[in-house]
């Protein structure tokens, strides 16, 4: 099994359905792949979602790679306005809250999770080298209580998330570093990537 680099999309629109990336988070994205660059990446998959297919682009455009598109790596619960927010949010937080709980719309945390290490299985048994997944929070949060169970997760994700453009790197199905954010330090400081 190789090294995986599990790149939470960009920052995104405030929309519903199927939002892309504002520019603060194609920044995100391109510095993403600036740092992944020199990481050996064979391959580069992302969600079917727009935002995470647009982070998957800057990661891959760094890399020389195409695209790799797979549901397996889709968020868990995805606002597409078919409930209300409030509903959306209900659902979200119960589902965080009872892995088990399946929402109105999306899966449960536990079947997000679970196909996630389906997807990671595969792939890497199938490529060699590390890899490139862009994707959502939620499902890396599900995907990281699946392999490392919910006390090892910290805290601050299951309240706040994942970081936009944050990396999590996955050795096999062992998590080496969670949500690292380094790579991003030059948007804090007014650097834009070129």
């Known amino acids: 099994m190789g090294i995986v680099y599990v790149v939470q999309h960009g920052e995104k629109e405030r929309t519903t359905g199927d939002p892309g990336l504002t520019g603060r988070g194609r920044e995100q994205a391109a510095l993403a792949g600036a740092w992944l660059c020199g990481k050996g990446l064979r391959a580069v998959y ?3 979602l727009l935002r995470a297919r647009q982070t998957a682009a800057a990661v891959a455009a ?3 790679l195409p695209v790799r598109v797979d549901a397996r790596v889709t968020e868990r619960m995805n606002w597409d306005g078919s409930v209300g927010f409030e509903r959306f949010a209900e659902d979200w937080a119960r589902a965080t809250e009872d ?3 399946v929402p109105a ?4 945390s536990r079947a997000a999770g679970e196909r996630f290490r389906d997807f990671l299985l595969e792939r890497c048994s199938v490529e060699r080298g590390a890899i490139a997944v862009a994707c959502h929070g939620g499902v890396t949060v599900d995907l ?3 392999l490392m169970g919910d006390a090892a997760v910290p805290e601050a994700l299951l309240r706040e998330g994942v970081p936009s453009g944050a990396i999590t790197r996955i050795d096999g199905l062992e998590v080496v570093s ?3 954010v380094g790579h991003l330090a030059g948007l804090e400081t007014g ?3 070129a």
């Open 46 to 48: 992302a969600s079917p």
């Open 62 to 64: 760094a890399a020389g």
């Open 99 to 101: 892995r088990d709980f």
């Open 105 to 108: 719309v999306g899966d449960s």
């Open 144 to 146: 990281l209580r699946t």
């Open 178 to 180: 969670i949500a690292a």
């Open 191 to 193: 650097h834009r990537p």
